[in-house]
């Protein structure tokens, strides 16, 4: 290739082939017992959710708040590491595609994420909503996302609830670019300077594992966490992560006057930026939307994640 030729080896769409060592393949559990009220009520939601995605309005709502998606600009300080400095992250997470959000339109957001330039795209769960077949919808889109460092994804609780097989949903993924990160990190470097990019699996409906996830990292080393679920921010805390990504809560989805009826995190954590001791958490409010096609007060976000060094 000489100098004058556009660099476009990166955003080549056709398959890669990812060899995951067998030790780190998703497993899918036996879903564990609930409690019969919870199953009722997730039954309750699941009918009512397929019974809205039959109407055409129901999309037409989905459409009207997805015309509302916000880019967030999140500061990471990385220290004295000017090779890492002005690095952007993308950060899609419950995409709940299948439910009110279509292919055609998940496509759109893609593409429009990758106009936007990001170094790097991180996927947190919720891909799928309440099929396994909704999987499929998800071929374009992923392999529009393409980035210079790469694309990874964390698994979420519908995709564990949704997809029987989870080694399937991790080669669906990793066939299409996108590296599953459950239970793994990985040193992302630029120039001489790098920071540990890992994830878990998801919290209620996975096994998470965060020590295996932080395994390999140097000491002081800066480490951003996947975390589907961001209740998983005190362990993170404690074992020093800088930064958590999360989403699962769609910032309430629905909220009224700042008070959210349902928020699925058992500390407050419902939406934007925390903090505990030297760490820090950043809750999306995510792209899609599920069992309800609207939103209120909490309108669909992609954060954009921005390294910033020391000078
Ligand atoms: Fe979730």
Same mark, same amino acid.
């Given at each position: 290739m000489t100098a004058l030729e556009p660099r476009m080896q990166h955003f080549d769409t056709a398959p890669l082939a990812i060899a995951t060592p067998a030790a780190d393949r998703l497993r899918s559990w036996p879903v564990r017992r609930r409690p019969l009220l919870r199953e009722i009520a997730d039954m309750f939601a699941v009918t009512l959710n397929r019974a809205l995605d039959a109407m055409p309005w129901a999309h037409a709502l989905h459409r009207r708040a997805l015309a509302r998606l916000e880019y967030t600009e999140v500061a990471f300080?990385?220290? +004295? %590491?000017?090779?890492?400095?002005?690095?952007?992250? =993308?950060?899609?997470?419950?995409?709940?595609?299948?439910?009110?959000?279509?292919?055609?339109?998940?496509?759109?957001?893609?593409?429009?994420?990758?106009?936007?330039? $990001?170094?790097?795209?991180? /996927?947190?769960?919720?891909?799928?909503?309440?099929? *396994?077949?909704? /999987? &499929?919808?998800?071929?374009? !889109?992923?392999?529009?996302? %393409?980035? !210079?460092?790469?694309?990874? +994804?964390?698994?979420?609780? @519908?995709?564990?609830?949704?997809?029987?097989d989870m080694g399937d949903w991790q080669d669906f993924l990793e066939r299409r670019g996108v590296q599953v990160l459950a239970n793994r990190g990985r040193r992302v470097t630029r120039g001489s300077s790098g920071f540990w990019l890992c994830g878990v699996d998801d919290l209620t409906d996975g096994r998470p594992d965060l020590r295996r996830a932080l395994h390999g990292r140097s000491a002081g080393e800066p480490?951003?966490?996947?975390?589907?679920?961001? &209740?998983?921010? $005190?362990? =993170?805390?404690?074992?020093?992560?800088?930064?958590?990504?999360?989403? @699962? #809560?769609?910032?309430?989805?629905?909220?009224?006057?700042?008070? #959210? !009826?349902?928020? @699925?995190?058992? @500390?407050? /954590?419902?939406?934007? &930026?925390?903090?505990?001791?030297?760490?820090? /958490?950043?809750?999306?409010?995510?792209?899609? +939307? #599920?069992?309800? $096609?609207?939103?209120?007060?909490? +309108? !669909? *976000?992609?954060?954009?994640?921005?390294?910033?060094?020391?000078?």
């Open positions: 300080s990385v220290g +004295a %590491r000017p090779d890492l400095d002005g690095l952007r992250i =993308a950060f899609l997470t419950d995409l709940h595609v299948g439910s009110f959000l279509d292919e055609d339109t998940l496509l759109d957001v893609c593409e429009d994420v990758v106009r936007r330039g $990001p170094d790097l795209i991180c /996927l947190g769960g919720d891909l799928v909503n309440s099929r *396994e077949e909704e /999987l &499929d919808l998800l071929d374009r !889109p992923l392999r529009a996302l %393409r980035a !210079p460092l790469g694309v990874y +994804a964390v698994p979420g609780n @519908h995709d564990h609830r949704w997809i029987a480490t951003l966490l996947l975390a589907h679920q961001p &209740d998983h921010f $005190p362990e =993170a805390a404690e074992q020093g992560v800088d930064l958590v990504l999360s989403g @699962h #809560t769609h910032g309430g989805q629905v909220g009224l006057m700042g008070w #959210t !009826p349902i928020t @699925h995190t058992r @500390h407050g /954590l419902v939406r934007g &930026d925390f903090r505990r001791a030297e760490s820090r /958490l950043y809750v999306s409010r995510g792209v899609g +939307a #599920t069992v309800l $096609p609207f939103r209120v007060g909490a +309108a !669909p *976000e992609i954060p954009i994640i921005e390294l910033v060094a020391e000078r």
